[in-house]
């Protein structure tokens, strides 16, 4: 009997490994990384942020967007253990739409952190697409490389309300909205938008805006002035080509025309190129023994919907 009770916890032991396993490579995104140039034993030269899908904190779906998304969070802390590591330059891979404009910010806001201290270059690398809040980051980088056909720009801000009264009207259902203030329930989709709430949301849309101006032009400077920014600051898209007549760009070519201006900015000859997206060892034992839980009970997305939908408005770059 002792023999078989230790045989039942040893197979619910395997079983909950495999399970957990199996779940924690299903949360894996399948894209394929951009190539690195990685030699196990040597410390890396230059560090690797991938930034590909939508832009949020978290990086896991919500209203701001469908599809893959990028978590900031872990940008941010794969900016710091480059800058411990001591690397010599950070090369950000980008194929984003963009995403939320507090998240895009707070990468851009890392990244000139670093290229402020002069220690460590910075260069992106733009894909399909690096365009709104995917260019916000690019701006970051002390060069930008597009590709020609990389669609890019879509510098602005917007704001979306829907109005589903009408809907709500033909299937029979109302709603009481009880609140402290006039504007608490802003851009709420149960009534028509009021003339005082698009004002406010209008002021709302054009700080975020001049702060993205305003950013781009930092991380840009001498290269841009505003006239010549304010031109194509207007939400258009451009090609690669495109933005390096418009010098949203330095210059265009692929990811490995990316990497030697990596090895020119930072001198580098034969620089071991290592992902700083991918999780250290550490956090991979931590994800791996959690289980995944919080991603693995069928309430979750649920949930989170009911948490999303506290959030009065989706403010996207």
């Given at each position: ?44 030269d ?55 404009a ?107 805006y ?15 002035n ?38 020119k ?5 034969d ?26 009970f069928?309430?979750?997305p ?16």
């Amino acid at each position: 009997m002792w023999r078989q009770d230790r045989l039942i916890a040893l197979v619910l032991i395997v079983v909950c490994i495999i399970a957990a396993l199996g779940n924690w490579l299903g949360n894996v995104p399948l894209q394929a990384p951009a190539p690195t140039m990685d030699t196990p034993g040597r410390p890396a030269d230059v560090a690797l942020i991938p930034i590909n899908g939508v832009i949020t904190f978290a990086g896991e779906s919500s209203p701001l967007g469908g599809g893959a998304t990028i978590g900031a969070q872990a940008v941010l802390r794969s900016i710091r253990r480059a800058e411990r590591d001591k690397v010599k330059a950070i090369l950000v891979n980008i194929n984003s739409p963009g995403g939320s404009a507090a998240a895009s910010q707070a990468i851009y806001r890392e990244l000139m952190r670093v290229r402020k201290k002069g220690d460590i270059k910075i260069v992106a690398a733009m894909a399909d697409v690096a365009a709104s809040g995917g260019y916000y980051v690019a701006a970051a980088a002390d060069h930008i490389v597009a590709n020609p056909s990389t669609i890019t720009g879509s510098i602005g801000v917007i704001v979306q309300v829907q109005n589903l009264t009408d809907l709500l009207k033909k299937v029979g259902i109302q709603t009481v909205t009880v609140k402290s203030g006039k504007f608490k329930d802003i851009a709420s989709p149960l009534r028509p938008t009021t003339p005082g709430e698009i004002d406010l949301l209008k002021d709302f849309v054009n700080q975020s805006y001049q702060q993205f101006v305003d950013a781009i032009l930092e991380g840009r400077k001498g290269k841009i002035n505003r006239e010549e920014l304010e031109r194509v600051a207007d939400g258009r898209i451009l090609i690669g080509s495109a933005a390096l007549k418009a010098k949203l760009v330095d210059s265009l070519g692929n990811y490995y025309d990316a990497v030697e201006q990596v090895k020119k900015l930072a001198d580098l000859q034969d620089p071991v190129i290592r992902n700083y997206l991918a999780p250290d060892w550490r956090e991979s034992l931590q994800e791996f023994f959690s289980f995944r839980w919080a991603n693995g009970f069928p309430d979750q997305p649920l949930r989170r919907l009911v948490e999303w939908n506290k959030i009065p408005l989706a403010l996207m770059e």
